[in-house]
């Protein structure tokens, strides 16, 4: 049987950006005809501001970045509802997924206090070893139940029926700057204008983008956080 | 703990559907003025075929399909990859899934047979039955994890890590006709002009929704197939 | 030569809308598992303004409008940059246009107070007296232009390079609730959290598709105006 | 009076490209875990086609090409249909449109034969020369209406209504190739498996933007091609 990998994060490394915050002038201008290029910084961040309190979107989709992400399975999904992002991920249908699983880290909070749609959750670190424990347990379990079925001759993609939601997945994204802040927006740390609920471990990812926006854009990046978060 | 119970298909359930042929043709004459309120089937069919073959696309969209999907979790998220479509979906953030798995009927084939990208499956009944068992006791010993989490306090969305990928889901999914189309051509058994390589299990759902479209838009449908199942 | 037809407003006919206040609220428990059917006005009233609120958005996206609108081709092009919309729109490649042109009416504010991205509108209707001269006698000449072109016998579709931004047109619009609030926020009278500056023109056909869907779906509509009128 | 410039043709500037075919390779086998780095380029080639031949197109949106396109106002329109793309064009709201119009070049086709859906055109060398004149006349006159409503102090969004559709205009596209391939086999001259029918002067802006295309990602677009000029 394969060793089992237990891992408490997810990964995100920056592949590629195309453009920058004088991308977003350059694409802004086009509507004004005004000529950017000698522009002061002051200027540059002053149109930059403007378009996104006036939520002018468009002119931030002509910046692209590409990530590759390594993620459980449910924190995948959970970006994947995000429409307007292309998406590559392990094919469990093609290969034989490595023997990863995510296990919680101790400092997560995983204890719900209040009712539905209203509730917040508590770090409990007694909680959280049971937990480690009994997700550990399950996560080999059903990996060894994995490798017979593959050993016995069964189709890959019916043997990963088996396989849980906490095993480790990766994916290629390819998204523009304004899907990005929708993302932030919904799944990053977002106290702003309209707050979000996203799972903590989706944070995990969605913040790792926000540090290479943060990064490759930072007039911009630094716009929607003044402006409240909401996607321009 | 709770009996698990075990299903060997997906449901599709029919919700809604506003729109039919006579949308398609209503919208397709807005581009060139004729008024088509009295027109033969006959020429109705042409023009039907006609923006098939010409992929005319646009007119198809304006009819819109609403269908209640209940399928394993692989399933489901093979149809989210579809991004022009409207989706909810059953949230084990929110709710206790109940314990209801998918385990391969007999007649599904799986056993692979050639190479990666150039194979295809065999139906062998004696490996069918060894992973109905083995699946079968996996879901189980998952769903137990799943409920001594649940007993121990620990939070839904935390719980739900152990649960696999042939836990059964749903999703409503509001989806317009060329979009359909798409998945139709991708998703369904397609022998046509570009052949599709999907999974069993998604065949089933596609092939489900395009009888509700067979009998909803009769001759879109039918255009469709003669064009050679490539989404217009 | 044709008679030429001036009018001072857009229409906007309703065709169908599939789905109500309630498929919002059916598609939202999909997600929770709860059975909403015999709910009271003022729980089906508390979840969404809470969708609203909290910007889950999927809810809305199953209810979806089709209109037919006539509309200057300056206020279709508008409307055709929200790219979460089907249109079918007359194509003067493939019909001759009729002789109708848009002249603002005396009560359009045409005179602009203020520098770029800072200004407001104020009524003259001395000056919308002669805009309202230069306008027709400009359309005219245009038309004038396109009949002796077609009566030469050039292609319509080189014909009509002639035509102006003021000639009327009309297209068939299918679009969902969630990205109809997209239109209303950016393109209605818009004064809540992030005001918008659409133009006199368009606001006309988004008021009138607010009113068809504060009519269709009015608990919807009115948690849309009080949280703000930023699309979920 | 400014003067009056007549173009017969667009421009299509490549501003960008994010990704390359190794781009197209590397999101492919994230599904399938191979790694790509030392494959000979028969074997890139051969992935490729297998890509699209299969209609996979995912993996092709991972590269983003920006152009800078100057074009009529009419094609400026044909080109904002396709929704999977990011424009900014130039806003007659917020700037005076320079006085730069389209006129048809002499070997342009403009005399339509066949009749509605099924028809070609043929170049005319007469009718040409009517069209030109008559087409720059009507230019000339809508441009001084134009500036005489601007003159009296009428607000640009308003004086530009009486602006043709032969105006140029300008914008920036920013697009992934598995579109860009879809604007290909609509919009470019396609004589594939499914023809299509689309305008001169839009064939002239896809033909360059092809142009870029085969030069920067030669493997896909060869591809593309070989495989019947179907978007993947």
């Known amino acids: 049987m394969a060793d089992i990998e237990f891992v408490s994060d997810s990964e995100v490394a920056f592949v590629k950006v195309a453009g920058s915050d004088l ?4 694409a802004a201008v086009v509507s004004t005809g005004l000529n950017a290029e000698e522009w002061s910084a002051e200027r540059v961040n002053g149109l930059i501001n403007r378009l996104m309190k006036d939520r002018h979107g468009a002119p931030f ?9 390594k993620t459980p399975l449910f924190t ?5 509802r995000h429409r307007i ?32 749609m209203d509730y917040d959750f508590q770090v409990d670190e007694k909680l959280s070893a049971i937990a480690k424990v009994l997700i550990e347990q399950s996560s080999k379990s059903s990996y060894k139940t994995y490798e017979q ?15 849980p939601a906490n095993m480790m997945t ?9 899907s990005l802040f929708n993302i932030f927006s919904l799944r990053g740390e977002n106290t702003g204008t309209y707050p979000s609920h996203p799972q903590f471990e989706i944070v995990q990812v969605a913040s790792r983008m926000e540090e290479a926006a943060a990064d490759a854009v ?7 956080v003044q402006q409240g978060r909401v996607q321009p």
């Open 149 to 163: 079925l593959l050993d016995a001759g069964i189709a890959r993609e019916v043997a990963r029926m088996v396989l």
């Open 170 to 178: 990766e994916f290629m994204v390819t998204i523009n700057l304004r």
């Open 218 to 224: 930072p007039i911009s990046y630094e716009a929607f």
């Open 23 to 26: 991308t977003v002038v350059q």
């Open 76 to 80: 995948a999904r959970q970006m994947m």
């Open 61 to 69: 989709e002509h910046v692209t970045f590409t990530f590759m992400v």
């Open 85 to 116: 992002a292309s998406f590559n991920e392990a094919s469990a249908r093609y290969r034989i997924l490595p023997a990863v699983f995510y296990v919680p880290p101790s400092h997560r909070p995983l204890v719900q206090n209040g009712k539905a």
